[in-house]
Each structure stands twice: as C-alpha cells, then as structure tokens.
C-alpha cells in the first residue's frame, strides 16, 4: 500500500511563546513534528507492513528547519520526502495556501491514502485534511481512530470521533484521512533508523517547481496572549439565600454576564 503522509513542523508544547506583531518570536524555539502527525506517519507505516508492500512518503511545507521534523519521519521508517521549501510562500501561507503547495507536491506521487494530523497545534485551524482532499479530488475523513483497509485496497472502513460518540464509515481509495489521538502508539525512532533516515532521499521543491501559486485567503493582522487570569471571588456567610443573591448581583453587574 502507497502512502503519503503530510507533516508540520510546529513549536514544542513546552516552549514557552513570545507574541511579536502577527506572529511569535521564533528565536530560542524548539520546533518539533506536530504530534497528531505522528498518529498519521505510524499509521501509514503499520498499514505497510500490514501488507508487507508498498511505500511511505513525507510531504511537509516548511522552511530549512523543517527538514528536522522530516528526517524524524524518516527515521521512523517512511521510506522518501518531497520538502517544499519556498520562504516567500511559506511566510505568508495560511490552511487554503498551505493545501494548495501540498496538492501540487502530491500530484506526482503515487498513493493509495493520503494520511495527516487532525490539526497542527501552532494553529489549531484543522482545516488543511478537507482543503487538500477538495484539490485532489478525493474525499477526506477526518478525526479516525480506527483504519482498515479492504484486501483489495478499493475501500477503507474507518472509525471517526463525532460529538457525542464516533461514526463507521466506508471510503472508496484514495483519501485523505485526519489522524486523532487514539488510532495508535507512535513508535520511537530507533537508532539505526535514526543513521538509515540520514542517507533517504529528500527532494527539496519550490513552489514554482510545483506551479504552485495560489495566494493566501486570510490574512492575521495581530496577535495577542489572553489576559491575564483574575483571581477568584469568594463570597463569604452562612445564609445561603444571601450568597445567592449577591451572586446573582455580581454576574449581572460586574462580570455582565446575565
């Protein structure tokens, strides 16, 4: 079975964030592949040696230190990486423009599912899985916790998450499939594939060389942290009609909310 998995190199979770205009201070990072990511690349692979054939490929958008996060796929076991590597593209590239360099990397391989994380945790938008399967073609099931594919690799019957329970659903191949927390346990990149991983071939692309042209849709013109948590009230006394009513008095004429 070919596979394609689509990465994202994204800031640790524990790094602590520095907001600077419409982004963050990237300075003193420690970038990491995104963790759902990680459920898409150890499905991709268990998929291939489930059936003992096929190939793994890693497409990440990203600039010169993404290929990090690339070659930890690699290590992992994928087998090649197209990294496209455009600053100008890259800089500017929300989900429609990261989709749109993704399809066009895509489009030169062949693959009988396209897997990836639910969403990158830098943004959280979760768009990308659905953009990307639109621009191919194909359709898209998102928030799988349960894959398998049929002998004949025509179908895929997949559990996903929905509000409130999860939904089985069979899907005509190829597609893309949005990787949850619970559809497996990434392995660790041993240390012979961590040596192996240096040696595969990685095929660095522009956007151009991809014809890959399509401009962002949104722009952010700002960013800014929360405010800062307020500590909490305590309302004192023993009559507990009182309390209530004073309760009530402090929603509806400090916090505004009732």
């Known amino acids: 079975m070919n596979t394609v998995v689509c990465i994202k ?15 963050i201070v990237t300075e003193g990072i420690k970038w990491v592949m995104n963790p759902y990511d990680e459920f898409a690349v150890e499905e991709a692979l268990r998929q291939k040696e489930k059936m003992k054939a096929g190939s793994v490929a890693i497409v990440s958008l990203g600039p010169d230190r993404g290929i990090e996060a690339i070659r930890t796929g690699l290590a992992m076991g994928a087998d090649t990486a197209v990294h496209v590597n455009d600053a100008a593209y890259y800089d500017k590239a929300d989900p429609y423009a990261t989709a749109a360099a993704l399809a066009a990397a895509i489009k030169g391989l062949q693959y009988d599912a396209i897997f990836m994380g639910k969403q990158a945790i830098d943004d959280d938008a979760a768009q990308v899985p659905a953009m990307l399967a639109e621009m191919l073609g194909i359709p898209a099931i998102t928030m799988v916790v349960k894959f398998e594919v049929a002998a004949d690799k025509s179908t895929a019957t997949v559990t996903r998450e929905i509000e409130g329970g999860q939904a089985v659903v069979e899907v005509p191949l190829p597609a893309v499939f949005s990787a949850q927390k619970g559809l497996n346990e990434p392995r660790y990149a041993s240390l012979p594939g961590i040596m192996k991983a240096k040696k595969k071939p990685v095929d660095v692309k522009t956007a151009a060389d991809l014809g890959a042209s399509e401009g962002p849709k949104t722009v952010v013109k700002e960013m800014t942290l929360p405010p800062a948590r307020q500590a909490g009230k305590v309302i004192a006394g023993d009559d507990a009609a009182a309390k209530a009513k004073e309760l009530a008095r402090i929603l509806h004429e400090e916090v505004k909310i009732v």
Not at 17 to 23: E, H
């Open 9 to 23: 190199q994204v800031p640790d979770t524990e790094t602590l964030i520095k907001v600077q205009g419409a982004g």
